[in-house]
């Protein structure tokens, strides 16, 4: 089949959401910039204040970025060095940075193999007399199981701490990822469904105790100039990026209904199309489609092919955490975590973001289907 050589189909579009939002947001940096504002300030705390309101939250402590918030979250949940972190095999490697950066122990667990989020009775198995936290991750805008991870974290005197980076807006059974356990962490790095324009990230608690002292580390340890209770870090959210956010915020709903609009229509496209699996929403899940991960043979030739034709095409994430060269030193051999791993070489990203239009969704498509003609040959 041939293809239209002008047509360009990437796997995020950046551009397009940034011209939605350029005329309103464009005076506001204006402002800020005459006003100098950089740090802190009115936007950074309406932000704050929205974003917990708009996950029905008591606390969002804005910090410089996703993986901060997570260091700053194991920290402000009492997580302490030498103490268990129970994280899924199937993350991006953050997850697992934060917790050795706290100076905890990574422990990990397998992913269900239907929905690859964090598996209950691999982190069961896992659970020993020093594990402090059970950390599942919101992949692909979809939910974990969080209330089958409850039970096994309040036996074993454990808290849960979410990593909500890919599901702004998502749900389980009508309760928003970030407000499920006893703290989350979220990213704002640009191509999440609320991004910023640049790195940002945030802390979410209804813990009194524990957003002060996530805002404290986060600010030298300091609440007032000088003046230093612990050590802490520098990690805060500029004002340029909470405005960036504040516009975003309130299109949010909308653009992860587009979202799931073009969930649906790939679910209607791809469904003759012989040897691709497509992902499902867990019953209870009101999932935001953060990406569109599909499953299939021959991944890498399917993909090579996909750009020749002018589709972009991503592979989130392509080795488990501990098959990485930099985590070698976990010792786990290949065949530890099977479900993470088969998973790792079958997965595929296809474009997806509010502003995809249907004749890009049917040219993914059809660039798809001629693909897996020829990879199956």
């Excluded at 953050?94 to 950066?101: D, G, I, L, N, P």
């Amino acid at each position: 089949m041939t293809f239209p050589t002008d047509i360009r189909v990437p796997l995020v579009d950046l551009v397009a959401q940034q011209a939605e939002i350029h005329d309103e947001l464009a005076p506001q940096l204006q402002d800020i910039l005459q006003r100098a504002a950089f740090i802190g300030g009115k936007e950074v705390e309406l932000f704050e204040q929205q974003y917990a309101d708009f996950l029905g939250a008591r606390h969002c402590i804005g910090v410089g970025n996703g993986t901060d918030a997570l260091e700053l979250a194991l920290l402000g949940a009492g997580v302490r060095p030498g103490q268990e972190v129970i994280v899924p095999a199937n993350t991006f490697i953050a997850s697992v940075e934060a917790v050795v950066r706290v100076g905890a122990v990574p422990v990990l667990a397998d992913v269900d193999e239907e929905h690859l989020l964090l598996d209950p009775e691999s982190v069961r198995r896992r659970v020993t007399g020093s594990t402090a936290a059970i950390l599942p991750v919101h992949l692909f805008g979809q939910v974990a199981p969080v209330e089958r991870l409850t039970p096994i974290a309040e036996e074993c005197g454990a808290v849960i701490i979410e990593d909500a980076a890919q599901a702004q807006g998502a749900a389980r059974f009508g309760r928003p990822a970030g407000t499920l356990g006893h703290i989350a962490a979220t990213s704002f790095y640009p191509g999440k469904n609320l991004g910023a324009a640049g790195d940002a990230g945030a802390v979410i608690t209804d813990d009194d105790d524990a957003a002060r002292l996530v805002r404290l580390l986060g600010a030298h340890g300091s609440e007032r100039k000088y003046e230093h209770e612990v050590m802490g870090c520098n990690s805060r959210l500029d004002t340029i990026q909470a405005a960036v956010l504040l516009t975003k915020l309130k299109r949010l709903h909308a653009w992860n209904e587009m979202r799931c609009q073009a969930a649906a229509r790939y679910q209607e496209l791809l469904a003759d199309v012989e040897g691709v699996r497509l992902p499902r929403s867990a019953p209870g899940n009101s999932d935001v489609w953060h990406l569109f991960v599909v499953r299939l043979e021959n991944r890498d030739r399917v993909a090579a092919d996909m750009q020749q034709s002018g589709v972009s095409t991503g592979v989130h994430y392509p080795v488990p955490v501990h098959r990485t060269e930099a985590w070698q030193k976990l010792g786990l051999e290949s065949g530890s975590f099977p479900v993470a791993e088969a998973a790792s070489r079958r997965i595929l990203s296809l474009p997806l973001y509010p502003h995809i239009t249907v004749s890009q969704q049917e040219h993914v498509v059809a660039s798809l289907r001629n693909a897996m003609t020829g990879a199956n040959r």
